[in-house]
């Protein structure tokens, strides 16, 4: 089991911000990841829809034989993982509550801003676990439902990203917010845009990177990390190879070509 591989799932190329921060901290273990590219994106989805897709994307990362499932989406860990979690034999960790937890230890204000996709700002579910940790923290949310295509489309660093972001973000900068967590993991790919209209005062915490170091606790607890040297990365995408390959090598830093394959998930 130990020498078994994580799994890692999201609807796009979101889920490598925890796939960076694995390799970085891990770099001995095995790593599978499934970006549903072909079903992106999930957060304009209803609530059922985004429970069959979150279900689908862990089944087939199962065939794969993981030792754990890391939810690396916002949407998925915020709308389907509460209805999910417990029915696998392994766990699944979702983004949420390690990025909830480092908020309340990083805020000195305690006004935490929350950015993520319609679907996870609807939840509220950040909000709430933030508060469960502390009641007297107060949380400003804010959908911003064009930064994922703007990073899937290879827009991040656009002058229209810049514009976009700040429509969405001039609220939250007004709350006076100190802490900013990006709920979606595909927003510390527009960490730049995002940084300079917040100001480099506020501190960006990204959940993908955060659950990256929760997994590690958590195989080092159980016992299980791997016992290499040298983990392989492999990387299964619901739609065109080619641009995920592109933005994908790009993001984690060394070339993932032959390492992409199409992988066909049920719809
Ligand atoms: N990266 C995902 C998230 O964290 C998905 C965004 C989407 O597909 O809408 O929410």
Redesign the pocket.
Known sequence: MKNNPIGVF???L?GLTAVRELQRIMPGEDIIYFGDTGR?????KGEETIIRYTKEDIEFLLKHSPKLIIAA???ASSVALPHLQDKYDIKVMGVLEGACKRATEVTENGRIGVI??AG?IKSDKYAQIIKSIDPCLQVFSNACPMF?SLVECGYAESEAAKLIATDYLTPLKEAGVDTLILG???YPLLEGVISDIMGKEVTLLSPGAIAAKCAMEYLEKENMLSSKECGNSEFYVSDSVESFTQLGSIFLGNPIGSKVQKAEVAE
């Open positions: 999201d609807s796009g979101g992106v994106p999930y957060g304009s989406c916002g949407t993520g996709t996870t994922v979606c993991t595909h």
